[in-house]
């Protein structure tokens, strides 16, 4: 639990960091206008839909880096970072290239915008597109130095990649060389830039720092070889962030049906709660390299009450963390909004999301964990059952049949969380000391 705890610190780090940019860009978007501000919040919630793609590889290959790792077999591990490293390429520009072409067509057709907040998303993402290739290619440095046992890095490129935002967002001037910024471009270019530095500090880190050994395939049947365990574990991994991303997808449609004060209430208690899931978020990172490392090595048991632990830990702090945030909303909504309907529509929703850190807090720890096991398709399965079948029926229902609004869209969300929770959990517990991965 020690050896957790120490490596899921840094990964707290970095996520806290994360968090505080995020409270500041939209803090700056709400002076431009909440509906800039609901734009952006649900254009975030297509690019995650994009993102789950790298998040999945990324953790299918972290998993089989630290599975070999652990296992002593530096040559499988540096060959799986050649392979891995090949499919984050050519994944990243097959994306830049799908969404780049249609734009707005996610824009108007998928998102469901309209006026002010049509114009504030293509503005954004025009910039913002190029920050999501650039954050597909962080995602492959993250795993390998977190698969190397190496947390602390990936916080000091997060730590240059927030701070040259933040710099740009204060120092950037409205006209740059020529060329006029809006508001809502200077955000997107200011997240461009940091993600940029992010790539270049990672790449001089990764060939000068850690040197670790990359092995690409010479023939095109050997680099299938190498990407199809790759491919076969994402392709179980990925199903549970897609399913959440298109569920949510689904869920920002509602709120945009529901009107901006709706749009825009959804952005603002959505980055304040993810305070609350941020040690949980952390725990399980760092359970899913933990786990991994037990298992390559033959200590089931070990991995076993570890996870069950920490999963008690995220499932008490994560509504004690929510109910802090509600307490202090009034004074927090303020940094983004004078708009009093936003702010009580958001404080609703807070209260809500209490109950869904509850089952948030079991989700962050024991999902990863149980990829990291070998039942990534368990997870999936779950995921997509629950989050398609259920939340996203149950979210129409209360929104617009009972006439809870934005708050009925809060609640499945809870909902969903604690479902998933408690299933996940009788998984791992009912699980031996002897299961193996697949």
Known sequence: MKSLTRFSGPILAELLLSFAVS????????RIADAASGAVGVVNNLFWLFQTMFLGLSQAGGIL????????DEESAARLRGALLSLFLVVAAV???????GRQFFIAEVLGLKGDTAVYAGDYCRIAQW???CTAIGQYFTSVFRSA???LLPLLVALCNHSVCFLCLWLLPGDLSGFQLSGIERVAVSQLSGNLTAIIIASASFMLWLRLPVRFPGR???LLAEVRPIIGLAAMVVLEPFAYALSQLFIGRMFAGLGAIALAARAYAGTLSAVPSLP???LGWGAQVQVSFLIGAGKFEEARKMVLRSSLITFLVGPAAAALVYALSP???CLFTADQQVVATARAMLAVYILLEAGRGLNTTLAPSLKARGEARFVARTAFVVMLFVCVPLAWLLAFKVGLGAVGLAAALAFDELLRGLINLWRWARGGAKKLPA
């Open 131 to 133: 920050s999501l290739a």
């Open 280 to 282: 949980g978020i952390a």
């Open 149 to 151: 046992g190496n947390s």
């Open 95 to 101: 994306m830049l290239t799908v969404f780049s072409s």
């Open 23 to 30: 409270m500041l860009l939209f803090s700056l978007l709400g």
């Open 220 to 222: 095109r049947d050997g």
């Open 65 to 72: 880096i630290a599975r070999v790792t652990g296992n002593g």
């Open 331 to 333: 004074r927090l909504l």
